[in-house]
């Protein structure tokens, strides 16, 4: 076979390739062969491999680059942080300056996980403080990060550059000041050019964490902090931007009102990415035209978010930014079908639209009369007891007519028919990731009356690059089958409120070959089903199943099976057989030490 070795490697199509089993088998296999290229020129190519999947494969290729490609090795992603352990990173990789850590399950998003669940940062960033000193940034995902965590990240890395907290809990305003200007520590603070928090449970002691950055911070290139709810201290934000000459990213907590937001944009005419505060607020012509004049000097800005409230008499003055926009993010605004008809007319080369479903199908008509590149669309819902307004099925028709280069679609709906669904599989066959959410659980075809299997068996047979897909409405056995037969690409399948048997889960488990991550809700799945996926798990990243019918019992089976899998469960009383959550997910640690007393590791 020709082609270097990585082709080579690859080319065997292992299944199990980056599986925790099968790597020492593979390394023993390929120990002996020797590297066709010096160290040195290994390492200077390997700078080109960004990739942390194409980084896996090339250091299984035999010893010699296992070596070097450990060596050289400055990010590393780790999808669960309980899949290896904090010293064994450190031993492996001796020269990291990146870090990705996840923690808790996505279904912690949605209150599905007790608090004190675990995925404690802290045990992380002690290891990193004795042996990455030179450690630039941290990105952290459903972490447990306390006050305590973020002084230490403070006090130990003299390089450090980016913080970036996303759905972390366990910290408050006062650890942000710890990290933003400790006056002992204050070079730390001077490298610091990204401080992202989005969508964190932070307690809000106050809102003066801004006034300890120092007056030598002068690198910031981004700067998030839209998800904290406290009011923030105007005057220490404004000097902050002010002397942040290379500020891109902006994104403003609903405390900065329009005058105050006005005042930073003429101070930061550079920026790319943009977060307003609250957008209600009563202004005078005179302030109206200001504050368009403001948002006129932004001639690079892409990107616009916030507006987490919203008046429609302001926003016109976002107008002369729209010709240049490729990313709208209107998720926390509840504004009307006529508002942003008039808004996108103005948006002709928008790739990413996130919305409310408060615009309703005709909204979603002037959308795919307008935005015909459209790549990203996202529709929330509203929260409207006893309403039945939102989006249909003649929304996503319309979208599917006129975006054709749509990749990733996330659409909550009132209603849906399996023939709307055709027609969006044949008009976007790029799709990538479809997520499809009907508000009212087991909802069928609201005009034949039928399942929605064939819908989603329309997606799966025309989109042949789906990655991600999520299920809902009525479903039998036959839309299972079709994930199984013809989702051989897929890696994430969500499963809520959705199944007819132990076999559709069957068909999944032994036809998805590519799976990396199954999560399952409130659906009638049980032992059987759990059992068929034995061959599955280990190379799998993670499986959870919460509300099914999953048996104490099943699970040690499973956990005798393989015992290199870590098999967690929830109980909702010590005299029910049934389990209330199961998480498994591999690891070459064995047990966690740090289980709270509500889970039990089998």
Request: hydrophobic share 40%; aromatic share 8%; with cysteine.
């Given at each position: 076979?020709?082609?270097t070795?990585?082709?080579?490697?690859?080319?065997?199509?292992?299944?199990?390739?980056?599986?925790?089993?099968?790597?020492?088998?593979?390394?023993?296999?390929?120990?002996?062969?020797?590297?066709?290229?010096?160290?040195?020129?290994?390492?200077?190519?390997?700078?080109?491999?960004?990739?942390?999947?194409?980084?896996n494969?090339?250091?299984?290729?035999?010893?010699?680059?296992?070596?070097?490609?450990?060596?050289?090795?400055?990010?590393?992603?780790?999808?669960?942080?309980?899949?290896?352990?904090?010293?064994?990173?450190?031993?492996r990789?001796?020269n990291?300056?990146?870090?990705?850590?996840?923690?808790?399950?996505?279904?912690?998003?949605?209150?599905?996980?007790?608090?004190?669940?675990g995925?404690?940062?802290?045990?992380?960033i002690?290891?990193?403080?004795?042996?990455?000193?030179?450690?630039?940034?941290?990105?952290?995902?459903?972490?447990?990060?306390?006050d305590?965590?973020?002084?230490?990240?403070?006090?130990?890395?003299?390089?450090?550059?980016?913080?970036?907290?996303?759905?972390c809990?366990?910290?408050?305003?006062?650890?942000?000041?710890?990290?933003?200007?400790n006056?002992?520590?204050?070079?730390?603070?001077?490298?610091?050019?990204?401080?992202?928090?989005?969508?964190?449970?932070?307690?809000?002691?106050?809102?003066?964490?801004?006034?300890?950055?120092?007056?030598t911070?002068?690198?910031?290139?981004?700067?998030n902090?839209?998800?904290?709810?406290?009011?923030v201290?105007?005057e220490?934000?404004?000097?902050?931007?002010?002397?942040?000459?290379?500020?891109?990213?902006?994104?403003?907590?609903?405390?900065?009102?329009?005058?105050?937001?006005?005042?930073?944009?003429?101070?930061?005419?550079?920026?790319?990415?943009?977060g307003?505060?609250?957008?209600?607020?009563?202004?005078?012509?005179?302030?109206?035209?200001?504050?368009?004049?403001?948002?006129?000097?932004?001639?690079?800005?892409?990107?616009?978010?916030?507006?987490?409230?919203?008046?429609?008499?302001?926003?016109?003055?976002i107008?002369?930014?729209?010709?240049?926009?490729?990313?709208?993010n209107?998720?926390y605004?509840?504004?009307?079908?006529?508002?942003?008809?008039?808004?996108?007319?103005h948006?002709?080369?928008?790739?990413?639209?996130?919305?409310?479903?408060s615009?309703?199908?005709?909204?979603?008509?002037?959308?795919?009369?307008?935005?015909?590149?459209?790549?990203?669309?996202?529709v929330?819902?509203?929260?409207r007891?006893?309403?039945?307004?939102?989006?249909?099925?003649?929304?996503?028709?319309?979208?599917?007519?006129?975006?054709?280069?749509?990749?990733?679609?996330?659409?909550?709906?009132?209603?849906?028919?399996?023939?709307?669904?055709?027609?969006?599989?044949?008009?976007?066959?790029?799709?990538?990731?479809?997520r499809?959410?009907?508000?009212?659980?087991?909802?069928?075809?609201?005009?034949?009356?039928?399942?929605?299997?064939?819908?989603?068996?329309?997606?799966?047979?025309?989109?042949?690059?789906?990655?991600?897909?999520?299920?809902?409405?009525?479903l039998?056995?036959?839309?299972?089958?079709?994930?199984?037969?013809?989702?051989?690409?897929?890696?994430?399948?969500?499963?809520?409120?959705?199944?007819?048997?132990?076999?559709?889960?069957?068909?999944?488990?032994r036809?998805?070959?590519?799976?990396?991550?199954?999560?399952?809700?409130?659906?009638?799945?049980?032992?059987?089903?759990?059992?068929?996926?034995?061959?599955?798990?280990?190379?799998?990243?993670?499986?959870?199943?919460?509300?099914?019918?999953?048996?104490?019992?099943?699970?040690?089976?499973?956990?005798?099976?393989?015992?290199?899998?870590?098999?967690e469960?929830?109980?909702k009383?010590?005299?029910?057989?049934?389990?209330?959550?199961?998480?498994?997910?591999?690891?070459?640690?064995?047990?966690?030490?740090?289980?709270?007393?509500f889970?039990?590791?089998?």
């Amino acid at each position: 076979m020709r082609g270097t070795p990585v082709d080579r490697y690859k080319a065997r199509g292992d299944a199990k390739l980056f599986s925790v089993p099968s790597r020492q088998k593979h390394m023993k296999e390929n120990e002996e062969m020797p590297s066709p290229f010096p160290d040195d020129v290994l390492e200077h190519a390997l700078q080109f491999i960004t990739s942390h999947k194409d980084r896996n494969a090339v250091s299984q290729v035999c010893k010699a680059w296992h070596k070097v490609e450990s060596y050289c090795r400055q990010h590393v992603f780790i999808g669960n942080c309980y899949a290896v352990s904090p010293e064994r990173l450190v031993e492996r990789f001796p020269n990291i300056r990146s870090v990705t850590l996840k923690g808790k399950p996505r279904f912690a998003d949605f209150d599905l996980l007790p608090p004190d669940w675990g995925a404690h940062v802290l045990p992380w960033i002690t290891a990193f403080a004795d042996a990455y000193p030179f450690l630039e940034e941290l990105r952290l995902k459903r972490m447990t990060v306390s006050d305590e965590s973020l002084l230490l990240i403070g006090h130990s890395f003299s390089h450090f550059k980016s913080l970036i907290l996303i759905s972390c809990d366990g910290f408050s305003s006062d650890g942000l000041a710890m990290v933003t200007g400790n006056c002992k520590y204050v070079v730390i603070i001077e490298h610091l050019t990204q401080l992202d928090l989005t969508e964190n449970a932070v307690i809000d002691e106050s809102g003066t964490w801004l006034s300890n950055f120092p007056e030598t911070c002068t690198s910031l290139v981004s700067l998030n902090f839209e998800n904290l709810q406290s009011e923030v201290e105007f005057e220490a934000l404004e000097k902050l931007v002010s002397r942040s000459k290379a500020l891109r990213t902006l994104k403003l907590n609903r405390s900065i009102s329009l005058s105050q937001l006005q005042s930073l944009l003429f101070k930061a005419a550079q920026l790319t990415e943009l977060g307003t505060g609250s957008f209600f607020q009563e202004l005078t012509p005179a302030e109206h035209i200001s504050l368009q004049s403001a948002f006129g000097t932004l001639k690079e800005l892409r990107s616009l978010s916030g507006f987490w409230e919203v008046s429609a008499a302001q926003l016109p003055a976002i107008y002369p930014v729209c010709s240049n926009l490729l990313s709208l993010n209107l998720s926390y605004s509840p504004i009307s079908d006529l508002e942003l008809s008039e808004l996108v007319s103005h948006c002709h080369r928008l790739q990413r639209l996130w919305l409310m479903d408060s615009v309703e199908d005709k909204g979603l008509f002037a959308v795919a009369s307008t935005c015909k590149d459209l790549r990203d669309l996202r529709v929330y819902p509203m929260n409207r007891e006893g309403q039945r307004h939102g989006v249909s099925e003649e929304g996503l028709v319309s979208i599917s007519e006129g975006c054709p280069n749509l990749s990733s679609i996330l659409y909550f709906c009132v209603q849906m028919t399996n023939a709307a669904m055709v027609v969006m599989a044949k008009n976007c066959p790029l799709l990538v990731s479809f997520r499809l959410c009907i508000l009212e659980p087991y909802k069928r075809d609201h005009m034949t009356g039928d399942p929605m299997d064939d819908g989603f068996g329309a997606i799966l047979k025309h989109c042949k690059e789906l990655r991600r897909l999520a299920l809902s409405g009525l479903l039998t056995d036959k839309a299972f089958e079709y994930i199984g037969t013809y989702g051989k690409q897929l890696e994430r399948l969500s499963v809520a409120f959705a199944g007819e048997s132990d076999i559709g889960l069957q068909h999944v488990l032994r036809g998805c070959t590519n799976m990396r991550k199954l999560e399952i809700r409130d659906s009638p799945f049980g032992d059987m089903a759990l059992l068929s996926g034995v061959h599955r798990y280990e190379s799998m990243r993670s499986l959870w199943m919460s509300s099914c019918t999953v048996t104490l019992q099943g699970c040690n089976w499973l956990a005798r099976q393989k015992p290199r899998l870590n098999v967690e469960v929830i109980r909702k009383n010590d005299r029910d057989s049934l389990i209330e959550s199961l998480y498994v997910y591999r690891s070459v640690l064995g047990p966690r030490k740090d289980t709270p007393p509500f889970v039990v590791t089998l």
